[in-house]
């Protein structure tokens, strides 16, 4: 197969040199409201075309390099009093896969547990590309199914306006859960 970056032969989709030159995470922060922070490791225009490869047939392999590169790292250095746990925003099974599943997938660690499929929006409306003022007039209605009274990291994979986010703290906390912080793989607002 051909790195899909350079074009070389590789036996990855993204060669050992594109990932170790091109995809080497950085460390961002944005805070949200109330002091609430998001933490991310790629500036969204940077890898603009590989996250878009969650549409495609191949994007699993991609969005699993990128995961292990930043999130794995990130989980490798985390350390906490007690067991936290990881839950991906809206894990839904698309082409085949789930990009947010697979991201908190590799945070996996002594102090990090992911849970799956317990954090979903009723609303299924499409955010990409939309205003803030579309998405505060179309909130995610997100449903919680999971453990009440645990400390949680949220993840996704964009972060934008921060608006879905947000929400999904909201509901968790309705459920008595502690939201430490999210990690998002990038970040649009990161220039």
Known sequence: MRCISCEKLSFTIICKNCQDKLLKP????RELENGFKV???????????????????????????????SLGKFSKNFTFTNEVYAI???????KDFSHSAILAKHLKSNY??????????????KFAGKSLDFRKQNPRNFQYKGKSNIQVILVDDIITT????LEAKKALEQYSCEVLFALSL??????
């Open 26 to 29: 950085e460390f961002y922060q």
């Open 88 to 94: 991906p925003i809206d894990d839904f099974v698309k």
């Open 186 to 191: 990038s970040d649009v607002k990161v220039y």
């Open 39 to 69: 933490y991310s490791f790629y500036k969204y225009e940077d890898i603009k075309k590989l996250l878009n490869s969650k549409y495609e047939f191949y994007g699993d392999r991609v969005i699993n390099i990128l995961a292990k590169l």
């Open 162 to 165: 921060g608006t879905t986010i």
């Open 112 to 125: 990090i547990k992911p849970i799956y499929n317990t954090l979903h929006a009723k609303n299924r409306i």
